[in-house]
């Protein structure tokens, strides 16, 4: 793993787009890896600004988001479709038909299982859970798990009701990529922002790689870019 500790979240976004951007540049075909949330927000605004410079293009990409909602369709404001429309997509010059996220639908994980199989990530961008979920691999999932659907720890819920008006509309289940999926990629950049964080981000790399802390199966993966701001990394700061 390299550790990247920054005082200022904007060049953490800077920095992890970069590793995107080198990708785009060298790929004649890439795969990327993608995630929602608040963390990679930044380093999508960022891709944004490189392709409206002619930096890049998205003609030819293929993306894999980690995981979607069960039980919201794809136009819900919250899903992650949304999510990843009005924050990426609808701004670049990507292919409809080559944006992949599951379904929210139990029928439809094989078939994504099938097309993370055939479709190796160059690249992967992860947040972390204040549990150390990384996806919505929750505590106890087994390194070996594969696409599935999962029930949200509460504790999840509850970090992602701030995009809900109240915690009763944020849904119970999940679609997921599994932790071997989360591995099959090349490479890995994880970003880790505010005091939240602070606990999850120490036990990952401080201590055993243990299915209690999902997130800590990255010590196995050889090509990792940790981003941290000092409150997310003050545990390991002191």
Do not use: C, W
Request: proline share 4%; aromatic share 8%.
């Amino acid at each position: 793993m390299n550790i990247h500790i920054m005082k200022d979240t904007d060049l953490i976004a800077k920095e992890a787009s970069r590793h995107f951007i080198e990708v785009l540049e060298n790929k004649e075909n890439p795969v990327l890896g993608l995630a929602t949330g608040s963390s990679p927000i930044g380093m999508y605004n960022y891709l944004i600004k490189a392709f409206e410079a002619g930096q890049i293009s998205f003609k030819n990409v293929t993306t894999f988001n980690l995981d979607e909602y069960v039980g919201i369709r794809y136009d819900h404001p919250q899903s992650y479709y949304t999510f990843m429309n009005e924050h990426l997509f609808k701004h670049v010059d990507i292919v409809n038909k080559n944006i992949n996220l599951p379904k929210g639908d139990a029928n439809a994980i094989a078939d994504y299982q099938k097309l993370l199989d055939e479709n190796v990530r160059d690249i992967q961008i992860l947040g972390i859970g204040s549990n150390g979920h990384i996806a919505f691999n929750e505590p106890g999932t087994s390194f070996d798990q594969t696409t599935f659907q999962v029930e949200l720890d509460e504790g999840t819920r509850e970090d992602n009701k701030r995009f809900f008006s109240d915690i009763s509309e944020v849904p119970t289940h999940a679609i997921t990529m599994g932790l071997k999926d989360v591995m099959n990629s090349k490479k890995i950049v994880l970003i880790a922002i505010g005091a939240s964080k602070a606990e999850a981000i120490y036990k990952m790399i401080k201590e055993e790689a243990t299915p209690d802390l999902p997130a800590s199966i990255l010590k196995s993966h050889p090509n990792v870019e940790i981003y941290l701001d000092e409150e997310a990394a003050s545990l390991l700061i002191n």
